[in-house]
Every structure is written in C-alpha cells, then in structure tokens.
C-alpha cells in the first residue's frame, strides 16, 4: 500500500461527493465571521492584489469578493472545484477574479500534470500556470495561451500584497518538506511586508484527542501506524460527506518551525473559537481551529 501523496489529495478533492460539498459551502456557506474578522484586520486595501491559495469551489474566493476585494486571483489544483468555483464567479457576476490551476508547491513554475488518478500516467495531461506570468498552458498541447481580458493578464511585476490558504488547505499537503516548499513558493509570490493568512488544526490544544494521540505515538513506536501515513500527525479519514480527506495536525511549535525555516515571521496566532462565535451551521461544516499571521520580512 503506497504513501498518501499530492496526487491522492488532489483525486479526493476533485471526487463527486468531496465537489458537491464545498460547492454546496461556497454557495450557501460563505466566510465564516473569524475569516471575516482577520481579513478585513489583515488585508485592509481593497484594491490590493491578493493571492487565495486552495480556493476549492470559491467559498472564501467569493466571500472576498462581496467585502469588496477587487484584486483576487484564486488557485487550486483540484480542476472540478476550480470549475465550480469559476461558475459560481461567473454567477455572481464576479468576473474579474482570476481563477488558476496551479498547484501550491510549485506556483512559480509552466509545469503539467500527469497524475489524475482516473485516468493514470497515460491520461490526458493536465496544464498548470505560472501564477505571476498569468498564462495557462493549454491542456493537451504545446500551445501557450494568454488567458482573459487584458486588465486581467497585466504581469503583477512586484508579487502579491497578501496570501490566504484558508480552512487548513496548507496541511493537506503531505509530508513536512512539501508543506515547506508550498509555504517558500509562497513567499516568492509575494511582496516584501505581504501578511499571509492561514488555519491549521492544533494537535496540543484539543484535551479530548490526547488519548488518540498517546495511542497513535505507541503505534509509531512499534512500527504499526497505518501504512500510507508518512508522518506522526498525519490522518487519512472517510468523512461525513463520502470522500476521503488528508490532514496533518501540527502542534504550535512545528508551525512556527515551518514558517521560521522558510522565511516567515509569526505576527498573529489565535483559536477560532477566541475570535469569534460561529453559527451552527460554521461547526456543523468544520472544526475548531487555530488561525495564523505571518508577515514576510
Ligand atoms: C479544505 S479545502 C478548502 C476549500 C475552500 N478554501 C473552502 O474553504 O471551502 C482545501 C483546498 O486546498 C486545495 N489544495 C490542497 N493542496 C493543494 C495544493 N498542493 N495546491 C493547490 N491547492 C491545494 C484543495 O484542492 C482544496 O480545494
């Protein structure tokens, strides 16, 4: 049994159920009010570009777009959410958002894909853009293309403003290097000062999972973790809604260590739940919390 990998992320988020949930979210949902809350504190320029990386079927991305933010470009490598989220855009008369197939751990880069699972390494390959260059490759040939209107395609020559990867994107990527490389790419897109928001779970916080972890730190010990994990604090679950979700919990301090390691200072952390009361719905969709703020120097 192999290691879970980007390629299964991706295969479990671009699946029927794990479609119809978040766009259902993006629809319905919105941001929840300690999103709101921290975007606004964070990303106080409107006008500003900012980068939203994971943006699944665009609940954050429209969610943005409503408060106002005029300079979005969205990504996600999942391309059944990113269709979800460019239809709800297009709904929304929300047009000028930028939507991108990219992946986080290489957003600087003309690469292609090869890895859908359905169809495997002979399958129709998928093209992937250089979020600075704005430019996608079109799918299945040799041909690059410029995207869009003119205002949308204009190079942003000094980076982002600002960066989100919202609702715990950035830890489901597996393997610490790999989060590392997306959190570096990152950086590289961004302007100096540029504040980058993000949300991971808190592996310490949670008093009800210690057993859990107790139990999963004597498997790791004797060698009996399930197989396709990689990492102590990695989970690969069936969830509510019929699919499968990867999700490394990370304590505090591994957090900090992965933004130190790649160039970003820690300005802002707090739990979800000291930010704001969350209606029903929010807790019925996910789980408490722990949003970050950092800032690259
Ligand atoms: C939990 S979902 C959140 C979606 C959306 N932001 C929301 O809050 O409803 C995480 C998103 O991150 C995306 N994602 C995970 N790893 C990624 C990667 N390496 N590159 C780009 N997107 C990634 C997934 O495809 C998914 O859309």
């Known amino acids: 049994m192999g290691k879970i990998s980007s390629a299964t992320v991706r295969h479990d988020f671009n699946d029927t159920n794990v479609v119809v949930h978040y766009t259902r979210a993006a629809h319905e949902l919105g941001l929840w009010a300690s999103e709101r ?5 964070w990303f106080p320029d409107r006008n500003a570009p900012l980068i939203e990386i994971g943006c699944g079927a665009g609940r954050v991305t429209l969610g943005l777009w409503d408060l106002g933010y005029r300079g979005l470009t969205a990504v996600d490598f999942a391309e059944e959410l990113l269709d979800q989220a460019r239809s709800l855009a297009a709904l929304r008369a929300a047009g000028a958002i930028r939507f991108l197939h990219a992946d986080a751990t290489r957003l600087r880069t003309d690469h292609r894909l090869r890895d859908r699972a359905a169809s495997g390494p002979s399958g129709p390959v998928q093209s992937v853009c250089n979020v600075l260059r704005y430019k996608e490759l079109l799918a299945g040939d040799d041909v690059t293309r410029e995207r869009g209107s003119a205002m949308r395609d204009q190079p942003e020559p000094n980076g982002f403003a600002g960066a989100l990867f919202m609702f715990n994107g950035l830890m489901q990527i597996p393997g610490r290097e790999h ?4 959190l570096r790419e990152i950086r ?7 504040a980058f928001l993000f949300t991971t779970h808190d592996r310490d916080d949670e008093p009800r999972d210690r057993p859990h972890w ?3 730190a004597a498997r790791w010990a004797r060698g009996e973790q399930d197989p396709r994990l990689g990492e102590f604090g990695d989970r690969y679950f069936r969830d509510d809604h019929g699919g499968h979700t990867f999700m490394h ?3 505090h301090a591994e957090v900090r260590e992965d933004l130190a390691a790649t160039g970003w200072t820690p300005v802002f952390d707090a739990m979800r739940r000291d930010l704001a009361c969350e209606s029903q719905a929010v807790r019925d969709f ?11 120097e």
């Open 179 to 182: 989060r590392r490389q997306a």
């Open 214 to 216: 107790a139990a999963e």
């Open 249 to 251: 919990l990370p304590t």
């Open 37 to 41: 809350l921290l975007i606004e504190r």
């Open 286 to 296: 996910s789980d408490e919390c722990r949003f970050w703020v950092a800032r690259k």
């Open 188 to 194: 590289a897109v961004c302007r100096p000062d540029a």
